[in-house]
């Protein structure tokens, strides 16, 4: 938010006014209280005594007083009387522009700062006044020229500097910007704008530190400043610190209430704590207060789709597109929702939008290659993650996901240096160790699947999925498999997979586990039907690793039992299908050859 002002002058008369003993011209020219300066000009100017300059005068000062109570068409009347009974007066052409501006009317504005220059070509005010009018404007260069002569003329004028630096900021030159601000403030040590305008230039170069330093200044000085409140609740959640921006929203609310934007972006405060309830509330009231804001109702659509409430996503989602029908993101997100819902079909069309709109977003292309890769689509899912990684070389999670399609696939070899590159490119990529796990697993490298596992447990303790393949791949590999389901860590073991693990340490039977992979959503659980198959097949595999041979093939045919089962409910995009094929592949070729002796 840019502050701008404009400059009136009033004029205390040099000839017959300032003669009069009459109350009424005095009071006319000093009077602060608008309402009493229209009532003692109105008298000056209806007494009669006065013509020629001295009523352009009285009609000037009249002018100024209704402007400063926003009844600009009033004063416009007034300076046009002014200048009728004065047409050389550069002052009333000055704030005859200064009403119009405040009336919106830029065009009608710039044309009497024009002529004022052309009356008093160093008049500085003028020039810092035309200067603002192109800032509203966004014709930011030919208001820096103009702010650059008003400085000349006049290089105390902080208000100058405070705009011009406006001006800079606005072309992204913050550092000029910063010059500027930082003029003014010397100038004018207690000007609270100047300390604003500097924190938004701060914040808009990515350092919240000094921005905040700035809004505190800003707030010390003018502690009702609700914009300044706001957009330091913005420095502290650019920063991760939602509870100290939600305080500053808080403020800002409390200070101006039908405050929209900050209403909106305390709902992405409490977005980015889980407090999905509380965003939703706040957008709510966004929305009361601009019911046109399309933003406002694609974030509520976001805080919507994070409860899960996907249906009621996609009705916001719908909204945002009508507001505005070429909002990338709207059709990027509703296509989310489209997705976690399983519709992969409507979601790609929403994708193909949102890419058409702004076809230079990695993460549209992204999005689409994920539902390709749903759909069982790998060669698509791959070509739309090619194109997001061109987009964006260090895409790690792109990276990543195409490693996955091509594992669906059946190349290992090509999904393991995608998982190579994803984990260069994050070292943190918990997504990335254990798909590459799985694919060492599936090719026998069971040691070097236990090291990704081990890496994916110290990343996320607390998975249980990590844990029971790390057990899985150690046991293969010969390894101490049995410390990682014994260590000290705090996992759900009633959520699903959590049961699995509670089979591992022998403490429920299997048809618990069966029963526990059931879930009211069909793809859910199917899911969870084929790991659990999966898994047990696996504990029946690992039954030869731990010493009970005389069971070998009883243990080899039950799991390759387990494993069709697996086969039947699995989705094809889930990380055990492939896993699962390629034990059957090994499994099976070993118990037909157990069933025929030679």
Not at 441 to 457: K, T, Y
Request: aromatic share 12%; hydrophobic share 35%; with cysteine.
């Amino acid at each position: 938010m840019r502050l701008l002002f404009f400059l009136a002058v009033s004029l205390f008369c040099v000839s017959v006014i300032l003669a009069q003993t009459d109350e009424d011209a005095d009071r006319c020219l000093q009077e602060s209280n608008p309402d009493l300066g229209i009532h003692y000009c109105t008298r000056a100017i209806d007494s009669g005594q006065f013509s020629g300059r001295d009523l352009a005068f009285a009609f000037n000062n009249r002018g100024n007083a209704y402007d400063n109570k926003g009844e600009y068409d009033r004063a416009i009347r007034d300076y046009d009387e002014a200048i009728r009974l004065d047409p050389a007066d550069f002052l009333a052409f000055n704030n005859r522009g200064s009403s119009y501006s405040h009336k919106g009317d830029d065009d009608r504005a710039i044309q009497d700062y024009d002529q004022a220059i052309r009356l008093k070509p160093d008049y500085a005010d003028a020039f810092y006044n035309r200067g603002s009018t192109y800032n509203h404007k966004s014709d930011d260069d030919r208001a820096i020229q103009d702010y650059d002569q008003a400085i000349r003329l006049k290089p105390d004028l902080a208000l100058a500097f405070c705009n011009r630096g406006i001006a800079y900021d606005n072309k992204s030159e913050y550092d000029r910007a910063i010059l500027d601000y930082d003029q003014a403030i010397r100038l004018k040590p207690d000007f609270a704008l100047a300390f604003y305008n500097r924190g938004n230039s701060y914040s808009h170069k990515g350092d919240n530190d000094r921005a905040i330093q700035d809004f505190d200044q800003a707030i010390r000085l003018q502690p009702d400043f609700a914009s300044a409140f706001y957009n330091r609740g913005n420095s502290y959640s650019h920063k991760g610190d939602n509870d100290r921006a939600i305080q500053d929203f808080d403020q800002a609310i409390r200070l101006q209430s039908d405050y929209a934007s900050a209403f909106y972006n305390r709902g992405i405060a409490y977005d980015h704590k889980g407090e999905y309830d509380r965003a939703i509330q706040d957008y709510d009231q966004a929305i009361r207060l601009r019911p046109a804001d399309a933003s406002a109702f694609n974030m509520r659509g976001s805080a919507y789709d994070d409860k899960g409430e996907y249906d009621r996503a996609i009705q916001d989602y719908d909204k945002a597109i009508r507001l505005k029908p070429d909002s990338a993101l709207a059709f990027n997100n509703r296509g989310a929702s489209y997705s976690h819902k399983g519709a992969h079909d409507r979601a790609i069309q929403d994708f193909d939008e949102a890419i058409r709109l702004k076809p230079d977003n990695a993460g549209f292309f992204y999005n689409r290659g994920i539902d390709y890769n749903c759909k069982g689509e790998y060669d698509r899912a791959i070509q739309d993650f090619d194109e997001a990684i061109r987009l964006k070389p260090d895409y790690a999670t792109a990276f990543n996901n195409r490693g996955n399609a091509y594992h669906a696939k059946g190349d290992d070899d090509r999904a393991i240096k995608d998982y190579d590159q994803a984990i260069r490119l994050d070292p943190k990529c918990v997504c990335a160790f254990r798909p590459r796990g799985v694919a060492h697993f599936e090719q026998g490298q069971f040691a070097e699947a236990a090291m990704d596992f081990q890496s994916a447990v110290n990343l996320a303790p607390r998975d249980p999925y990590n844990v029971i393949w790390l057990y899985l791949a150690r046991a293969r590999a010969g390894q101490k498999s049995r410390e990682a389901l014994i260590g000290e860590r705090e996992l759900d073991l009633n959520s699903w997979p959590g049961p699995v693990l509670s089979f591992y340490q022998r403490n429920i039977s299997r048809k618990t586990v069966i029963t526990a992979a059931a879930n009211p959503d069909p793809q859910k659980q199917g899911e969870q039907l084929c790991q659990a198959h999966f898994f047990l097949g696996e504990y029946d595999l690992q039954r030869r690793f731990l010493g009970e041979f005389d069971l070998l093939h009883l243990h080899r045919r039950r799991a390759f039992a387990e494993f069709q089962e697996a086969v039947k409910t699995c989705p094809v995009s889930l990380l055990e299908y492939q896993a699962v094929r390629a034990e059957l592949k090994r499994l099976g070729r070993q118990v037909d050859h157990a069933a025929s002796p030679k």
